[in-house]
């Protein structure tokens, strides 16, 4: 059992399996969201379901950066990347992202002068490299990126690098938190909390979810034990009727999150009033955009900006399946049109996306070994 | 989007401390620690890194535990490709 050998403390697992289904019980149904992305690709490739009870019932949250982009942003920025001293650069996986008139590798197919970089430090490295050129970083990503963006420009400012611009598209978890409970159609126990982010922000930003919504979260990591451990800590809440804020990831989540990430989000970003989320529709104060004191490095202020606006063809449901109303096979696209080969939405382009995780979980199930072999 | 992957410092920067020589899945690639700032980490420390920058410090175990993570999750050649990335070394 190669999986087992991989982890330590396999009993652990186990005994932490036998402990959700006797606190579970049978009677009450709990649904419990997990946030992140990371978190809903180890929920399927751990086979997290098939060792939960049946009345724990797990729903994907919006959490992954490239799914909730709108598709005009995409064509936004590749209109802007038609420039002839345009270097579009992006993070690997927004390469296949469809925008109206295709991905950007499409793009760069057809001629446009699109680079993969791993960091957006090396996206102002293509601008040192190129002076006659203009590089153009699309930043995405929740407070777990931002921060790396935010000093990226602070070092374009101090070094007086010209040529780089950035199109921020960085998001805010905590609203998009409060958009999934003011949604009439959800109805949830408890939250499984990011990982990641959490380690610029704190758990303190959690703490009304806890303290107004009367819903339990756990800040969890992302091992399996992690997950089982976390779930075990939102039972004993819901069973004791608390709804407290937890850290089951104290070894990496500091409860006051990370000073520096955050001065430097502040000294480069500022909220935006509103910015439209894939599925979730327009959020209030949700996203950040360059402000004013950077705005000979933001994007939308250097060159003009179309404003495409596009609506989702409307047999997808990523809307839908993206508030958790929907699971992926319930959309009338899944596995058919939409396929991670051919992708119709960003659910199913991203590894973070549910509807590519379950995809991937559908056809390895039978090859997979998961812990139900040894929980 | 949301991995991270561990690191081992092998050397500060004599010119810059906010960048360090690490030790990330094989390979040898400058990071930068400019978030790091309150708790700033030593050669031979371990770092969880996220798109080029160290996040946290964690111990040699929790690196390991980590690697083992993302080896089940298939991402260990997505986190190498990422490593091997940093800076520009794969230009595409």
Redesign the interface.
Known sequence: MK?VD???EPELISKTAEEIRRLAGRERHYRMMEV????T??IY??GLKDILPENIELIHGP????CVLPMGRIDDALAIAQRPDIIFAA???MMRVPGTQGSPLEHKARGLDV????????AL??AR?NPGKHVMFFA??FE??A??TA?TMMRAKTEGIRNFSVFCNHVNIIPAIRAILDSPDMRLDAFIG????S??IGCRPYEWIAQNEHKPIVVSG???LDMLQSIVMLLRQLREGKARVENQYK???PWEG????LK?MAEVFQVRPYFEWRGLGFISQSALRVNERYADWDAEQLFEVPGIRVTDPKAAQCGEVLKGVLKPHQCKLFGRECTPEHPVGALMV???GSCAAYHNYEHRKTAMVSLASIA | ????IPGRIVEISAENPESALVDVVGVRRKI?L?????DKPAPGDWV?I????A??K??EQ?AA??M??L?????IE?AM???Q????E???
Not at chain 1, 115 to 122: A, E, K, L, W
Not at chain 2, 50 to 53: E, I
């Open positions: 999986f991989e982890f330590r992140c992305g990371g978190h690709h180890a490739r751990f959490g992954c950066p490239v993070f690997g996986d680079r993969i970089v791993y960091s957006p430090s090396d490295k293509l490299l995405i990503g777990t990126t921060p790396s000093l990011p990982g990641h982010v380690t610029v992302f091992e399996p070894r990496v989540v990370n000073r520096a990430a430097a991203s590894s973070e | 989007m949301c991995l991270a930068d400019g978030l790091l700032q309150a969880l996220h798109v080029g920058f996040m946290s964690i111990s929790d535990d980590q083992s993570t080896r089940v999750l298939g991402e997505g490709q990422e490593a990335g940093y800076g520009l794969d230009l595409n």
